[in-house]
């Protein structure tokens, strides 16, 4: 989830039973000093330091990596040509059971995209965004304009899912207009969820689907594979869901993976659920204006700008799209909304709270075709 869906791997009390021989597990160690540097050259961002040539669009997709995608799977790859870069899915790095539509996929790469305009700009280039309807490739066509550092260009660095408690704060009206602004087109309605009563009836979507999620066998299994259960295997990998990022404890890779089943239960998630939508200022849906891949692009992008405003702004942010990936919810989930023949994109908590460990990324060779 980007994206879009994490889903926080429920450790704590379970481990804390199995006594003092998984401690030294449980304490930071060389991976996690080593991944918490690794994690802050990746996101450093600085004055632009390169203006032209394949170094620059290096520069850029270094950018546009920085983006969110569902379970951190960074499901693009990026060709660089003259003048322009082509984004495409990268179909290794599918989730099809959160995913079976590839919706979040190309939500994923359109907040990609938005990171490169913005990037791009920065660095003295328009980038000019036509997704091709055939081969569904996103096609950036680079030229020299006036460079231009906005504020969101320089919060790349600093957006994150932030996926913790926050402190229950509402947000002044000059701060959701902001918001509104930034992650709202012609083609995407954004939708904001304020007040106690209206949030919890949200919250009932969001516990019936993440109940129908936890009941299905490929789905755990899935969402298993993309958990990084410490850091030495998040530094290994550059990506999935580092135990770091949602605050619990490392354990060795092979009694994560052997214990998630026994660990990942209804009741906590729920509770887990509960507790941070109530911790939440607000929730934000995005809605765009038709069911394929440009719109969701369109989506992404509308939600990148909205989290990089958030970030500039000090406000923290994270994905409750579970009533939007589980088709039985979405559509009554959608008719509470007055949502009629309309599709309901993403669903975004927000709110003041601390920042969490940042995720991994590959490195940019990594992601060039």
């Not at 790095?93 to 907040?111: F, I, K, M, N, T």
Request: glycine letters at 8%.
């Amino acid at each position: 989830m980007p994206p879009l869906t994490r889903r926080q791997f429920v450790v704590a009390a379970p481990l804390a039973a199995a006594g003092a021989a998984l401690a030294p597990a449980c304490t930071p160690g060389p991976d996690a000093v080593g991944r918490a540097a690794a994690a802050e050259r990746q996101a450093g961002a600085g004055s632009p330091a390169v203006s032209a040539g394949a170094a620059l669009q290096r520069e850029l997709v270094r950018h546009a990596t920085l983006a969110p995608s569902s379970h951190n799977t960074q499901c693009w790859t990026f060709g660089l040509g003259e003048d322009a870069i082509v984004l495409r899915a990268d179909r290794t790095r599918l989730c099809p059971a959160v995913d079976p539509d590839e919706h979040h996929v190309w939500v994923s790469l359109g907040c990609a995209t938005e990171n490169l305009v913005q990037a791009a700009l920065a660095h003295g280039r328009r980038a000019e965004v036509r997704v091709d309807a055939t081969d569904g490739a996103i096609r950036l066509a680079l030229t020299p304009v006036t460079a231009t550092e906005s504020p969101l260009f320089r919060a790349i660095a600093g957006r994150q899912c932030s996926r913790n408690d926050y402190d229950g704060r509402a947000l002044s009206a000059s701060d959701l207009a902001s918001l509104e602004r930034a992650g709202s087109s012609e083609a995407v309605r954004l939708l904001f969820v304020t007040g106690q009563p209206a949030m919890e009836r949200v919250l009932a979507y969001v516990i019936e689907a993440n109940t129908a999620q936890m009941a299905d066998p490929l789905f755990v299994r899935e969402l298993r594979d993309w958990v990084r259960f410490n850091g030495a295997e998040a530094l290994a990998t550059g990506d999935g869901l580092s135990s770091a990022t949602t605050g619990n404890p490392a354990v060795p890779t092979w009694l994560g993976r052997a214990a998630f089943g026994w660990l990942y239960r209804r009741a906590p998630e729920n509770d887990k659920c509960a507790r941070q939508l109530r911790s939440s200022a607000g929730l934000a849906v995005f809605v765009g204006r038709s069911v394929d891949r440009a719109s969701w692009v369109e989506v992404g992008r509308c939600y990148e700008r909205f989290a990089l405003q958030a970030t500039a702004l000090g406000i923290r942010t994270a994905f409750l799209n579970q009533p939007v990936e589980v088709a039985s919810v979405r559509e009554p989930f959608a008719a509470s909304l007055g949502l009629a023949n309309a599709r309901p994109d993403l669903v975004v908590r927000f709110g003041h709270g601390p920042l969490m460990p940042y995720s991994l990324r590959r490195p940019v060779p990594s992601v060039l075709v």
